[in-house]
């Protein structure tokens, strides 16, 4: 069992920047594949990235390739989303997810309960 929770959120001007973090509980997080969803208003809940358990495969949604950076320390559990470039279109509630794989939610067992991101043009 694991249990994320995710901070960083806020509200920021575009074209700034905002570092999103997801802290992981549990022994296995290591063995895990985490990643980023996003939800907007109205809109269904989307893909932003993924990481392979040790980190070094990362894979984006074509949205916010170049612009986000996905990251993780598995020595302190956490998983981070450095978000560059931002745009009124990026605002939405960002979700840790872990446990799955792939670009569907529903492919991943576990959740965070979101931290909202706010782009102010």
């Known amino acids: 069992q694991v249990q994320l929770v995710e901070s960083g959120g806020g509200l920021v001007q575009a074209g700034g920047s905002l570092r999103l973090s997801c802290s992981a509980s549990?022994?296995?997080?290591?063995?895990?594949?985490m990643a980023w969803f996003r939800q907007a208003p109205g809109k269904e809940r989307e893909f932003v990235a993924t990481i392979s358990s040790s980190g070094g495969v990362t894979s984006y949604a074509d949205s916010v390739k170049g612009r986000f950076t996905i990251s993780r320390d598995n020595a302190k559990n956490m998983v981070y989303l450095k978000m560059n470039s931002l745009n009124p279109e990026d605002t939405a509630v960002y979700y840790c997810?872990?446990?799955?794989?792939?670009?569907?939610?529903?492919?991943?067992?576990?959740w965070g309960q979101g931290t909202q991101v706010t782009v102010s043009s």
């Open positions: 997810a872990g446990g799955g794989f792939g670009v569907v939610g529903s492919a991943y067992d576990y």
């Open positions: 549990g022994r296995t997080f290591s063995t895990y594949k």
